[in-house]
């Protein structure tokens, strides 16, 4: 109820208000009209002027007017007062009724005063002020209607004073059109009643949605804003100021534009202000307290002329975006472009789009042996140390060159230039001597190398995938070399490559096409001679190449993956043809890193040993020190459970590597194989002996047997048994050979015989030895 008389309340108010002033604006109007039609008509009734009654009719007429426009003049159009007005509108009313009755009976005065011309110019002017009434009185009903009936009466009464009776169609016409105009009046007042309830409505729904805005922008994280036909900022509120650093003093009437930063995107909000168009999230940037900010506009044209719309701050949200964009091209690790980075610069280098090439050059770089110290020492070491690999290298490199890590411990260095390939090894030594100089890491002082492949395109002759191919095998081919070295792509790495592919395409079918064999090379007991085992030497007998020792294929099948199914392959066959060979001898399998890898491994020896019949305690797998070195956890646990079935293992090729004395305590291994490059310098270096001879007391201390590879000669016999070597092994005793070589007494002992006898002589020398300390020969 209260709502509902307070709304009637506001209506009544508002009517009153736009009543008086409708009429107070229409009083000059009305005021010049009436005073112009009254002096046309005494003009033209001059000659009748000396008539009393025109001139008693003429100063009314003035009088009324004058109070019209003086009732007008001196109301005050802002007040609120209901009372106040209610009273101005009854004496305008009156006022102008008072002009609307002087005009009723002046028509009929006029009349009677001539004829003629006269009396038409007459008709004019009374029928111009009878439908005047909707421009005049169309605000005021009431004096609207005594208008009507007052001009309609004094119409009819000129008409009957000129024409009598005969005047009654004339007479009906003033019916029908004071009928017309007093329905006009209705209109006019219905709408006039209509648009200030309406306008009421619209106030009343704008309090509200100002209402609920100012609510919205209290509990929201948006602000609203506005702007004025020509961009500046309106109704400025408190929240907005504050986000944008000022207040809604110095922001009102401030050009919006001047908020943002130059760019683009203001650029678009200019034009969307200027065209009054509708836009959402557009980002614009600014700068607020000295601090880099985003926010995001979106607004609408409003009916009044204004642009209305909200602004969040999407700052964070954008660094979130910068942030999942670096992480998209650039390495997390060392800030250096990535892989895709890499990829996208080299196409745009090459001119992948535009069909163009470019002098492009490409240095390839792989770490030494990183895996070993970012084992031993700890990833947190091994990060550092890849963080500072890559300073360096950034550091010997143009602004536009671009220095990318590729993932794990590899490199790219991308370089344009028309320099020859004398500039460019003498870049790449560079990069080999940054890598290798010493890194001071939390005290600790560590040395890596690296190898580095190179390789180039000239205009148009190669493609992004083509350059990349080139400089890994330019890598490959520096690997071969051995640490800290570069090659330089040429023709011959590619018909090196071509023809690993052909042998990789090969050995997928060597095992069904029975073209695998397994040589066996023994070893001796150099205190007493004897044979006390054999190594297994896996041989391909190539149809059109002939013999391949395992050197020339078995990285092709580790890296192709091949080696899964042929070192399963050598374990069973080995297995199975040694099982019924006589003697008691153990026999030897090497297996690579990717067999030790492998879950199925040990359940595939069990399943071999219970086929074959072959004792377990015979078998000894050898591996080298890669193998816990790309392994680590997952081969120390498949080695421990070939030795849960029985078998031994041995580490081959022991004190060629980093770190060997230290897997020897992370594994107790049962035999460890002296590397031959000690051997072969053996009789002429005391180095080489005092190493032999501190492996061997160091083994014997830790309960393992040790073993000497590569023996050539009598001298290097006797020189490792002196030094303190359990088992011998080389070309001297025997060379490998197929199994039905050793498949019987007979026949091992003929092999061995076949030197020259110098292993039976050996072995007849050691029992006399032995005889003469009064030992037992076995």
């Not at 607004?299 to 700052?315: E, I, K, N, Q, S």
């Not at 580095?452 to 071969?480: Q, S, Y």
Request: with cysteine; proline share 2%; charged share 25%.
């Amino acid at each position: 109820m209260n709502g509902t008389a307070t709304q009637t309340e506001a209506m009544r108010l508002k009517v009153l208000s736009r009543r008086l002033t409708a009429a107070s604006a229409g009083a000059p109007g009305a005021v010049a009209s009436s005073l112009a039609s009254a002096a046309v008509l005494l003009g033209v009734f001059h000659g009748s002027f000396r008539n009393v009654a025109m001139v008693i009719w003429a100063t009314a007429l003035i009088l009324a007017v004058l109070l019209r426009l003086g009732i007008s003049m001196t109301s005050d159009l802002t007040s609120t007062d209901e009372a106040y007005l209610s009273r101005r509108l009854r004496l305008t009313a009156m006022a102008m009724s008072a002009v609307s009755l002087a005009w009723g009976i002046g028509l009929p005065v006029f009349a009677a005063s001539g004829q003629g011309g006269p009396v038409a110019a007459l008709a004019c002017v009374g029928t111009a002020m009878f439908v005047g009434v909707l421009l005049m009185h169309r605000a005021i009903p009431v004096a609207a209607y005594v208008h009507i009936a007052a001009l309609g009466a004094g119409l009819a009464g000129t008409a009957y004073m000129v024409a009598g009776l005969a005047a009654w169609p004339l007479l009906a016409l003033l019916v029908v059109y004071a009928f017309t105009l007093w329905q006009a009046v209705q209109r006019i007042e219905s709408q006039f009643i209509a648009s200030i309830g309406a306008e009421i409505e619209y106030a009343a729904t704008a309090d509200t949605v100002s209402m609920l805005l100012h609510e919205y922008e209290e509990q929201s994280s948006d602000w609203l804003w506005t702007t004025g036909p020509r961009g500046n900022m309106r109704d400025v509120s408190a929240r907005f100021a504050a986000a944008a650093g000022s207040d809604i003093d110095r922001m009102e009437g401030k050009s919006l534009l001047s908020l943002f930063q130059k760019g683009e995107e203001r650029d678009r909000l200019a034009r969307h202000l200027i065209e009054q168009s509708p836009f959402r999230d557009l980002l614009v940037k600014l700068r607020i307290d000295g601090e880099t900010r985003f926010w995001r506009l979106s607004a609408r044209a409003r009916p009044d002329g204004r642009m209305g719309g909200v602004a969040r701050d999407v700052t964070n949200d954008r660094m979130i975006e910068e942030r999942v964009a670096f992480m998209a091209h650039y390495d997390n690790l060392t800030g250096l472009a990535n892989r895709y980075l890499f990829n996208e610069r080299l196409r745009v280098m090459l001119g992948a789009s535009e069909g163009r090439g470019a002098n492009v050059a490409l240095f390839y770089l792989d770490l030494d042996d990183f895996k070993s110290i970012n084992d031993t020492r700890g990833h947190l070491v091994g990060d550092r140390l890849l963080r500072e690999v890559g300073t360096r290298l950034e550091q010997e490199v143009r602004a536009d060159d671009l220095v990318a890590r590729l993932g794990g411990d590899e490199f790219a260095v991308l370089i344009e230039t028309r320099a020859g390939m004398g500039m460019l090894i003498e870049r790449a030594h560079r990069f080999l001597s940054v890598v290798r100089e010493a890194y001071e890491i939390e005290g600790h002082h560590y040395r890596v190398s690296t190898s580095i492949g190179v390789a180039r395109c000239f205009d148009g002759d190669c493609d992004a995938e083509e350059l990349m191919r080139r400089a890994d095998l330019a890598l490959f081919a520096a690997k071969k070399k051995g640490r800290d070295t570069l090659a330089i792509f040429e023709p011959a790495l590619d018909r090196e490559a071509r023809d690993r592919r052909e042998l990789e395409t090969d050995l997928r079918e060597a095992i069904a096409r029975g073209q695998l064999r397994i040589h066996y090379q023994p070893t001796i007991d150099l205190d007493t001679g004897a044979t006390t085992g054999y190594e297994a030497l896996l041989r391909w007998h190539h149809p059109r190449r002939g013999v391949i020792g395992p050197a020339e294929f078995l990285d092709i099948a580790e890296n192709s993956g091949l080696i899964i199914p042929v070192g399963e392959w050598v374990i069973r066959q080995t297995l199975a043809e040694t099982a019924a060979w006589q003697g008691d001898f153990r026999i030897a399998i090497n297996l690579s890193p990717t067999q030790v890898r492998s879950p199925h491994l040990a359940a595939l020896v069990a399943q071999a040993i219970h086929t074959s019949g072959i004792a377990a305690e015979r078998i000894e797998f050898e591996i080298t020190e890669h193998v816990l070195m790309q392994q680590g956890e997952a081969a120390t646990t498949t080695l421990n459970k070939l030795r849960g079935l029985g078998a031994r293992i041995a580490l081959d090729d022991f004190g060629v590597g980093y770190s060997s004395l230290g897997y020897l305590q992370q594994f107790r291994f049962d035999r460890i194989k002296i590397d031959r490059n000690f051997v072969q310098r053996l009789e002429d270096d005391a180095d080489s002996q005092a190493i032999v001879s501190s492996i061997t007391r160091m083994a014997e201390a830790m309960g393992i047997a040790t073993t000497a590879e590569g023996i050539e000669n009598r001298r290097q016999l006797d020189l490792l048994r002196k030094l303190g070597c359990n088992e011998a092994q080389g070309f001297l005793i025997c060379k490998p050979a197929p199994g039905e070589t050793f498949a019987t007494a007979e026949a091992a002992e003929a092999a061995l015989a076949d030197k020259g006898s110098v292993v039976l002589e050996y072995r007849k020398a050691r029992r006399n030895a032995n005889q003469r300390r009064g030992g037992q020969v076995a």
